[in-house]
């Protein structure tokens, strides 16, 4: 406490010193810090790896060459397995560094063999050699299935390259064992439970504080109040869950290492339930790749949501992805019930996709530090479902800030710069964001003087009485009623990071890694980018992997793409006899079909196809043809969807004939049987 005070008296006098707009509340949570009274913010100080003590570093330091275990870069075959096998070994000496050395490394190159690799030993580190042009690229070929066509609400929830998780908590956590329970209230912000007994509690152990009681969300929805439009409360679906590890016990008191953020009261029948998380799993100087080469838009089917998706983390702990970038993924880092996970110096580019970096299940104290979008993802930082202290400082995002309903909790935007406070889910699934929604000098980019009302329910938005302080750059209005504080508009204010004053506070010091790591930022940001496919660049050529396959199989996953893009299959298609297997890139035959399937939408619904038929001179013409339009097409000789198929057509030698007429659109798209990657057609 003595420590806290002074740290809080000098604070207050640099502060004050520096800048005349000092933030009035955190002035106020200065005070309350040094009178030891309930502050009127969260502290989100304990965020991240090692609680933001240090940055993330590898607990060992034996090291797998993946090049050992027949994963070899440059050479056109497929790196999974080998990677894979490295991992194990790891996994298998307790621990290691699974290296990559610099090249590129192909995985899931057949459609009927895309696979994942699995981490669920602690201590495991994947380490490239640099995620920028002529360093470390993981490359994933063809697109993940996007999940059961028919779950057309579950199109972003699909297969990762890695899947970093704990098996044991692949348990629902409603159905897990009650260890401990809570016998007496505990304010938000308090260390500490009482519990009937802590028999079976011990330092260092990781457990769930965990209550399922509708009761709980009454107050934190006031001033308003729960409608039975919200299922998953007034259906008792919603859980409130909070990470924690145990400092100490005394007697049947349990100190933990971190905050409560929640109001614990024993009436809603808190308890403790075991937490056996994977731990110290890193990614580092990686750049992961994918296909994404389509015009991408939101939630048309799982192709677009979440077919080159890289990184997921569910029952983590003291785990990281830092100095990575992801070039034409969907989506890229995914953590699910876990705690502190850092994402730091993350870089998005090429084609738009789905979503970057995001805190999606239930985490506690998630951080995501200096990431940066240059494509313009759909959902920039993101957080969603129960998610409770999760942080982002100083990212860049073209998209949204994005609360992602499902009732996240105390949430911190520090120092963004990015487009709208943004937020998406059903009704369903209100509050988008329960109360301590805190959003710290944020940069509006949006010009379109965007008016905020964070209370209108059946519209996104609906959070609890957000905080919004130093809201600056392009203008906008705001209902003031639906905020709970509404401060310097137009002006940022001092401290500049809520996070960096909120860790000096706790720690009596900047920690020297965030200087560190601003440097290694800025530094990371001006290397070129690694050679890629950009579709608003008429100079970007895509990375061409021939292969043999059949038209029936690569059609069979196109049409039931048709089901999730439009709701009912559209398409159907037919293969002639004699038409032959051929070798040429497929992902590119692919968002050719693709974008030719989605012009035809947007004039017909019934009675599409795609036939197949091969022709004497050593070519396979695919006749994609729309049944009865209903609506004329016009000219299409400018259509944005024809326009990008010839692009694709034309780096596998196609050809795209438009032979519509006032009746149907019908396209007659040839290639060659034989297409190399060297460019040259052979028969």
Known sequence: MRLIAATVTLLMSLITFADENTSAVWSQYLSQKQSGQPTCLPDFSYAGYRQGSRLPEAAVSKVFNVTDFGAYPDDMLDDMEGIAKAVKAAEHNGGGIVFLPRGRYLVNTDMNKRGTIKITSDNIVIRGEGNSKGGTIIHAIHPYGGGDPHRLGRLHLGENVFLVHSQVEERSVNSRETIASVVTD????????????????????????????????????????????????????APAIEIHRIAKISGNTVYFAEPILYNVKAVHGWTLKDFKPVSGVGFENICFMGNAYHDYYHHRSGYDDSGWAFIKMKGVTESWVRNCSFINCSQTTYVALSSYVSMLNIFIDGNKGHHIPRSVFFNYGVFGGLMLDRAGYDHGPSVSWGCVGTVFWRCASKGSL???AGRPFASLYDNLRGGRINSSGGTRDYPQHLRNLIVWNFYNTDKTNFHYDFWVEGKNNCFVKPVLVGFHGEPATFNKDSLEVFESYGKPVQPESLYEAQ????????????????????????????????????????????????????????????????????????VDDGVPAMITDQGLLRNTLYSLMNCIYKHGKKGNTIRVWASDDGRVHFIVSSGKLRRPSGDLSNNSYVSTARLYASFIGGELKDKSNSDAIVFDFSIPVVYNNLGHQEK
């Open 186 to 237: 505990s304010a938000s912000g308090s260390f500490s439970v009482s519990v009937d007994s802590s028999d079976r509690l011990k330092p260092g152990q990781n457990v769930l504080l965990y209550a399922l009681n509708k009761d709980i969300f009454k107050s934190m929805v006031e001033p308003y109040s729960i409608d039975l439009k919200w299922t998953t409360i007034t259906g008792n679906k």
């Open 402 to 404: 994005d609360s992602h």
């Open 503 to 574: 860790l000096a506070l706790r720690l009596g010091r900047t920690p020297a890694w965030i200087e560190q790591l601003r440097k290694e930022h800025k530094k990371l940001a001006a290397l070129p980018v690694a050679d890629h496919f950009d579709r608003s660049n008429p100079d970007s050529k895509p990375f061409i992997y021939p292969e043999k396959f059949k038209a029936e199989d690569m059609l069979k996953y196109l049409c039931s793409l048709s089901l999730q893009m439009f709701r009912s299959v559209q398409f159907e298609y037919k």
